[in-house]
T-cell receptor
Framework: EDQVTQSPEALRLQEGESSSLNCSYT??????LFWYRQDPGKGPEFLFT???AGEEKEKERLKATLTKKESFLHITAPKPEDSATYLC???????????FGEGTQLTVNP | DAGITQSPRYKITETGRQVTLMCHQT?????MFWYRQDLGHGLRLIYY???????DKGEVSDGYVVSRSKTENFPLTLESATRSQTSVYFC?????????FGEGSRLTVL
């Protein structure tokens, strides 16, 4: 059974204070690892897909990296508008569905 | 606007009543999904569909029924609502490596 664990559950940063969110996963075979952003009262919004260990993707202040057991979402010099819940999900090679972690709630204070 | 439309956005019902949550996509994506989101559990898969007339259970399907007579519609029915089904329900469709979510339906069962 696929398992996805995200840490920390909540993270509070000052504006400009860089940090990382962690996503540890267990799958029989990884087709893709996904990062989503979710704002309160909204559906998750796609950020990145990573397919193989060593892969990195960037978007504005966010950079996602992937190893064989975990993924990191690095946030560089965050702004208050980066405040959201960040969700990680995995898709195994044999299936079409995604298994999600519980998310990390990020708050960036001005 | 293109995308996933869910209705109703908010619903309050009583234990034992039947409730149907509607999901409509403006694309023609083959795969569609229903997730529920609860504090402490994250997003959990209820049902998914690979095409019209093809559906399959997810990890928390008990008490739910789906149908997919048309590619663009994927309604979720709670046949006899229970308090434990109080949750936020998200419909999603899958296309070219990305899962697109609707805005969610918040259901309260009294």
């Amino acid at each position: 059974e696929d398992q996805v664990t995200q840490s920390p559950e909540a993270l509070r940063l000052q504006e400009g204070e860089s940090s990382s969110l962690n996503c540890s996963y267990t799958v029989s075979g990884l087709r893709g690892l996904f990062w989503y952003r979710q704002d309160p009262g909204k559906g998750p919004e796609f950020l990145f897909t990573l397919y193989s260990a060593g892969e990195e993707k960037e978007k504005e202040r966010l950079k996602a990296t992937l190893t064989k057991k975990e993924s990191f979402l690095h946030i560089t010099a965050p702004k208050p508008e980066d405040s959201a819940t960040y969700l990680c999900a995995v898709q195994e090679t044999s299936g079409s569905r995604l298994t999600f972690g519980e998310g990390t709630q990020l708050t960036v204070n001005p | 606007d293109a995308g996933i439309t869910q209705s109703p956005r908010y619903k309050i019902t009583e234990t034992g009543r039947q409730v149907t949550l509607m999901c409509h996509q403006t694309w023609s994506h083959s795969y569609m999904f229903w997730y529920r989101q609860d504090l402490g559990h994250g997003l959990r898969l209820i049902y998914y569909s690979a095409a019209a007339d093809i559906t399959d259970k997810g990890e928390v399907s008990d008490g739910y029924v789906v149908s997919r007579s048309k590619t663009e519609n994927f309604p979720l029915t709670l046949e006899s609502a229970t308090r434990s089904q109080t949750s936020v329900y998200f419909c999603a469709s899958w296309h070219t490596g990305e899962l697109f979510f609707g805005e969610g339906s918040r259901l309260t069962v009294l």
